[in-house]
């Protein structure tokens, strides 16, 4: 009892085991309060939460994606490997894949596009009048020479169908747009494999693709990546139990670590947060952060231990001495996560406030509760190992390698000399990786898969053959008859000088605006086909005569497409299809629409009235988050070294500590900068 009283008047140790018992209580309590929010947190994937809320290409986004279609697609396409995609059996292919997407769970019924869709159509003369109608709906060629006819239509509107029909014709797009609230990635995913597997064969590969795919392949992988996490728990408790497992009670710093995961999920539940599939190796992380804080606690405990042989000396002590370097961890760690919350993106701000609490529960946990549950606990016995204990006067391997490692940073000699220079080194070949950490995706995938991951082989597949990242250029100008209006012949032509400076610039491979679809093909057949007539209407007038036909004889609600106020014609969408998504060529095309706007509208009186609004599309939700990431990486790092350095000036009283350890900081993070280098990872809002 006295070397008890003794312990409990002994400082912070000391004050923890003096009111163990209502602390342990006020643990306990909101451990079982988190753990009722924890077993409520929603599994789910929002695609908005990945971009920023407030930046103008979301915005934009937003705005319109009902009209001028939404980022979550599909893309799926099939591709013959001998002849081409005009037979009837591939036809028949296309047909019933377009009608099964359009069973999908989620998807929007007026967002599926293809070669058989009724919201593809083109423009055709017939005596007396000029109509709209689709290439192969509702039904398909009934013979060859039908099928040679559809042939015929296809290669003359060759660019309206950029994105539908590869340019070699052996293949065709079925894409399709889903809603976004409430998606089921995991019926999606299994719904497409089983429309692959039944339309494939040794002549027809279906290749899937886009951004509904990138997060169902998440799903599918859940079981093999909860095997894994399961597999790394085992290797833990085994590498725990090597570490400790001399003394009976080695068990606790997993229990203070399920604590903190308890905490940190709980709080991700109570806030409403959604727990992404494809994120799952955070919360392995920071739960890993926090049994190592468990471990080094209780290895402490185990040498104070064998010190004093008393059981709570052992715990004031080890509580003592492990709160100020324990401090500074838990800060370090916090500070690494918390920062995050500073940028504009919601699930990094979910990452940033659950992590910091998912790290900073450990102060509680480990350095209060963990001395509290071993002061209950019967004394540690020590069992006999001899990996461990060794024989008198003669140490083991073990204990040997560690004395050996002890030595080497206060004692001069080659080796020290040695990982000085590797750490020059290592600061050298940082320095410049950081410098040239690429920012964006980096390749038509991902970077969440490796590779050679079927998916993102997929990708790289359909972008060989047709462009399928998009974005939008929306004008918005006064409402028709106003000489501005988005079908006037000066707004079309501005428009069309658009579509022809981009593709001079090399970025954007086809244009997809109602001038290219309608305006020009639509005055060609007025003029009974004369392709000198392939060119914009001359005067208001027709232009407006020639969007009534066009669109009076198209599929219900097809104007929206176009113009996303319809009745009025205030709005009007020009999609730009592009090869990828990789930062470099968004930030260029943006530099060339800046340029375009300045050049060509800011300063033409008869366009003051216009505005060109950019850029939209999963293009511009790309490029916003790219831009979040390029100033919240040097953000970030330059707040959280600044926080380990005055965290550990003030709690070691000296600045010396604070710079030694903001250079471990920064080789740390050198180190990742240079494998990213290596393996061409980019930095972006998945990594």
């Known amino acids: 009892m006295d070397s008890e009283s003794s312990a409990r008047s002994n400082g912070f140790g000391g004050y923890v085991l003096s009111y163990r018992k209502p602390l342990a209580a006020i643990l306990i309590a909101i451990t079982l309060f988190m753990a009722y929010w924890a077993i409520h947190v929603p599994i789910a994937t929002r695609f908005e939460d990945l971009f920023p809320s407030k930046d103008p290409n979301v915005l934009l986004y937003r705005q319109y994606r009902r009209q001028y279609g939404g980022a979550q697609t599909l893309v799926l396409m099939l591709r013959v490997r001998d002849g081409d995609i005009f037979n009837l059996k591939t036809l028949g292919a296309i047909q019933d894949l377009t009608r099964k997407v359009d069973l999908l769970p989620g998807v929007n019924h007026n967002e599926v596009f293809s070669l058989a869709s009724y919201r593809v159509i083109y423009a055709r003369a017939i005596p007396g009048a000029l109509v709209s109608r689709p290439y192969m709906y509702p039904k398909l ?51 497409v494999q089983r429309l692959i597997g039944q339309y494939q064969d040794s002549n027809t590969t279906i290749y899937a693709s886009g951004a509904v795919m990138f997060a169902a392949w998440g799903y599918h992988y859940l079981p093999r990546i909860a095997l894994i996490f399961l597999f790394s728990i085992v290797l833990i408790v085994v590498i725990l139990y090597l570490g400790l497992g001399r003394r009976s009670g080695w068990w606790a710093p997993i229990f203070t670590g399920l604590g903190s995961a308890i905490w940190g999920l709980g709080f991700v539940g109570l806030m409403r947060f959604n727990f992404d599939p494809v994120m799952l190796v955070i919360p392995f992380i920071l739960t890993a952060r926090d049994l190592s804080h468990g471990i080094q606690w209780h290895g402490r405990y185990y040498e104070e231990l064998d010190r004093t042989d008393d059981k709570m000396a052992a715990c004031a002590a080890t509580a003592n001495v492990m709160l100020r370097p ?8 916090v500070a690494g996560v918390v920062f995050l919350a500073i940028g504009d993106i919601p699930l990094l701000k979910q990452i940033g406030y659950g992590g910091a609490v998912w790290l900073g529960a450990s102060l509680a946990m480990v350095f209060v509760f963990q001395p509290i549950l071993m002061s209950y606990l019967a ?30 940073p206060v004692t001069p000699g080659g080796i020290r000399s040695g990982l000085v220079v590797a750490g020059i080194v290592l600061m050298i070949f940082g320095i410049a990786a950081s410098r040239k950490v690429p920012i964006g995706y980096q390749t038509p995938g991902t970077p969440v898969y490796r590779q050679d991951a079927k998916i993102n082989q997929d990708t790289a597949e359909i972008g060989k053959f047709v462009p399928t990242n998009m974005a939008w250029v929306v004008l918005e100008a006064p409402n028709f008859p106003n000489p501005q209006n988005p079908i006037a012949t000066k707004t079309l032509r501005m428009a069309d000088d658009l579509a022809a400076y981009l593709f001079d610039r090399g970025d954007v491979l086809a244009v997809l605006g109602f001038a290219e679809i309608a305006s020009k093909p639509m005055n060609m057949l007025l003029h009974n086909g004369d392709p000198k007539y392939m060119a914009l209407p ?6 407006g005569t020639l969007w009534f036909f066009f669109f009076s004889g198209s ?29 470099a060529r968004l930030q260029r095309l943006r530099a060339d629409l800046d340029t375009f706007v ?90």
């Open 141 to 191: 060629p009934k013979n060859q020479a039908e099928v040679e006819d559809l042939k015929k239509t296809v290669m003359t509107h060759r660019d309206e169908l950029a994105g539908y029909v590869t340019y070699d014709l052996k293949g065709a797009m079925i894409i399709a747009a889903f809603n976004e609230e409430g998606l089921d990635y995991k019926a999606l995913f299994d719904a």
């Open 326 to 333: 324990g401090l500074l961890a838990v800060l370090a760690n």
């Open 379 to 408: 004394k540690p016995q020590v069992y006999s190992w001899r990996l461990q204990q060794g024989e008198p006067n003669r140490p083991t391997a073990y204990r040997s390698l560690v004395n050996w490692l002890e030595r080497i």
């Open 538 to 543: 001359d005067t208001d007038a027709l232009s």
């Open 555 to 583: 599929a219900p609600d097809e104007v929206y497409t176009f113009f996303g106020r319809y009745p009025s014609v205030t709005s009007m969408s020009i999609r730009l299809l592009l090869a990828d998504h990789t930062y």
């Open 598 to 687: 300045k050049n060509r509208v800011v300063d033409d009186p008869d366009l003051h009235k216009v505005q060109v609004r950019y850029v939209g599309g999963d293009a511009g939700l790309y490029l916003a988050s790219d831009n979040v990431v390029r100033r919240l990486n040097s953000v970030n790092l330059a707040l959280t070294l600044g926080v380990i350095f005055l965290a550990s000036a003030l709690i070691f009283a000296s600045p010396m500590a604070g710079i030694l350890f903001v250079i471990a900081a920064i080789m740390a993070n050198f180190g990742a900068f240079i494998y990213m280098n290596y393996r061409v990872i980019g930095l972006t809002i998945d990594t």
